[in-house]
């Protein structure tokens, strides 16, 4: 398994962020070829010492390195990659990375 992990920083409008993400942009990404599961945090998004800089997480799973690279490179990867500008204004951090078990 491989995960994307976007981490959204605090947008200027959450309230606007919120409703734009779950009605245009889950749709969108739910489309990337190889996607296997979305998920998202919910209420603050908090470090061991208190608050951050996050307002929400994103995880999402493929079965390997190679299809989520191949699912981002993709159209609708494309897709879901260019709407980021239109509702993400606090900017976001993507990570990727296989999963191994501990």
Do not use: C, W
């Amino acid at each position: 398994m491989a995960t994307l992990l976007v981490l959204y920083k605090t947008p200027a409008d959450t309230a606007a962020f919120d409703k734009y993400y779950a009605a245009t942009h889950i749709p969108l990404a739910k489309r990337i070829p190889g996607l296997r599961s979305y998920r998202v945090s919910r209420g603050t998004v908090g470090t061991p010492a208190g608050a951050s800089n996050f307002h929400l997480v994103a995880t999402l799973t493929f079965d390997s390195l190679a299809a989520l690279q191949a699912g981002l490179g993709s159209p609708e990867g494309a897709a879901a990659a260019g709407d980021l500008a239109n509702f993400a204004s606090g900017g976001a951090d993507l990570l990727m990375f296989d999963d191994a078990p501990a």
